[in-house]
């Protein structure tokens, strides 16, 4: 956590209020999202119990499962399920851009789910349906396995930092505004709105009471609320596995399971669309489109993969791909730091305040500075002299960018104190073009105002790996056996 993240924690609880922590919308937020509430049967693996699907907040659909255990009202839940969340993919799958060589889809779908418990449980129920077999024995209907494919998708998109297509509300909400209340009752999202919108004659903390009554403010799943569970829905459910197939009584109990359920769901419903009308009121940062064509990017290669006649995502990765797949998060989330960072003052204070990110006023250019590279030719390197009033806990050698000149890298030559001030030598290595002068509109002038980060985006390769077949057995790779 930021100190300014910190520092607003501490004044949203003497304000009673959430205090933001983002001065624009770090993620894309699209027009038409699918929310997704789900809930799942306490004591069972990741079995489906109910959920709220649509993209109107006036026109959700309930998918009910009256019997959890009864493997054929699973495959029917998850039919009708896929019957929601295909055709809405589907409807993305036509308008085409071209980029770089290359077709993608001008859109994405986005799925929105209460907290990071629903991301675990569509990537379970993705794992779960992506290789039923739709012939044989025990046949599943072809939609079965196609939605498997594309929950896992979605689900392995929400670890990639910045990545839109699957997100968790909390997460969302707890990026741009800080509450009094600890993180672990943030995953409350009722806590967490009344913080972030307390209802009119109510602080934060009176708000987030009130949400934690399971009475008035059901759990936003998938877990359930034991109380419902002991009184409501067991009996329920045992009325209907216990009634004659096809009943009066057996129809009754489904409507009385039903009408249980929705009463679980629609309060989260409506906070889930609460949220969404809140962050819509946030202007998009200047990054966020970048990191949705991305996302669509990904996308597009996924749907041409699936329609190419592509193999299902494996159930684990190797050694070799883990590698590469970490290498990837990791360079992401360095880009994500930093691009969060260049939109947002208040995200750029944080690093201010820890020293990673100073503001500055120019004092001196020397734009004609010459120095011998590792070749030993002579290259243009001006150096830049700087004052601020930020501490610096950077040293010598660190590379750094101004957020307004983003195109131009420097380097940190050296660090001088200066009573309550610091004065800091910058060499320029990029971003002035390739005279041997370069221009003055092309460099800092002196008494230009500059915010100088440390916190930039990185690309580590990935050092060399050996083939699949070639890794040691203890990673997946062949059993050395002598004889053999």
């Not at 290359?102 to 990071?116: E, G, K, M, S, W």
């Not at 392995?156 to 509300?169: D, K, Q």
């Not at 993180?183 to 209802?199: F, I, M, Q, T, Y």
Request: hydrophobic letters at 40%.
């Amino acid at each position: 956590m930021s100190p300014v993240a910190s520092y607003a924690r501490v004044l949203a609880a003497a304000a009673g209020v959430a205090q933001p922590i983002a001065t624009v919308r770090h993620v894309h937020l699209a027009p038409r999202p699918l929310v997704l509430v789900p809930l799942a049967l306490a004591g069972e693996a990741n079995a489906p119990l109910a959920a709220l699907v649509g993209t109107h907040p006036d026109d959700p659909t309930l998918l009910v499962v009256p019997q959890p255990r009864d493997r054929d009202l699973r495959f029917d839940f998850l039919t009708e399920l896929a019957a929601v969340v295909l055709p809405y993919i589907q409807g993305y799958c036509y308008d085409i851009e071209h980029v770089k060589g290359r077709d993608r889809y001008t859109n994405a779908p986005q799925f929105l789910v209460p907290n990071a418990s629903g991301i675990r449980f569509l990537g379970l129920l993705g794992r779960s349906t992506r290789f039923r077999r739709t012939d044989g024995d025990y046949p599943v209907p072809p939609t079965i396995p196609l939605l498997g494919r594309w929950l896992t998708f979605a689900a392995e998109r929400a670890e990639h930092p910045g990545s839109a297509i699957l997100l968790a509300m909390t997460d969302v909400l707890t990026t741009h505004w800080a509450t009094g209340q600890s993180a672990l009752e943030d995953a409350n999202l009722a806590a967490l709105l009344g913080w972030v919108d307390p209802p009119d004659g109510l602080t934060g903390v009176e708000a987030a009471r009130l949400a934690e009554d399971p009475a008035v403010y059901p759990p936003a799943g998938p877990a359930t609320d034991p109380d419902f569970d002991n009184k409501v829905l067991a009996p329920a459910v045992r009325a209907y596995s216990d009634a004659e197939p096809g009943s009066t009584e057996q129809e009754l109990a489904r409507k009385t399971v039903t009408e249980a359920l929705r009463g679980q769901l629609e309060p989260t419903w409506d906070l889930m669309w609460r949220a969404v009308r809140l962050l819509r009121d946030l202007p998009a940062g200047a990054s966020v489109a970048e990191r949705w064509a991305a996302d669509r990017e990904r996308f597009t290669g996924h749907h041409e993969h699936i329609t190419g006649g592509g193999l299902p995502q494996g159930r684990r990765d190797g050694a070799v791909a883990s590698a590469q797949r970490l290498n990837r998060l990791e360079n992401e989330l360095a880009a994500h730091e930093a691009a969060r960072a260049f939109d947002d003052p208040l995200v750029m204070a944080g690093h201010r305040a820890t020293g990673a990110a100073f503001t500055a006023t120019v004092l001196a250019v020397d734009p004609a500075r010459r120095r011998p590279n590792s070749k030993g030719t002579l290259v243009t390197r001006p150096l830049v002299t700087v004052v601020t009033r930020d501490p610096v806990h950077l040293s010598p050698g660190s590379t750094v960018v101004a957020a307004s000149r983003r195109n131009q890298t420097a380097t940190v030559e050296g660090v001088v104190p200066d009573g309550g001030n610091a004065i800091v030598t910058l060499e320029l290595s990029s971003g002035f073009g390739r005279a041997k002068v370069p221009p003055p509109t092309a460099l800092p002038a002196p008494g230009e105002e500059l915010c100088y980060s440390s916190v930039v985006a990185t690309n580590v390769p990935t050092p060399p790996l050996p083939e699949p077949d070639e890794t040691p057995w203890t990673h997946g790779g062949p059993p050395q056996i002598e004889g053999l």
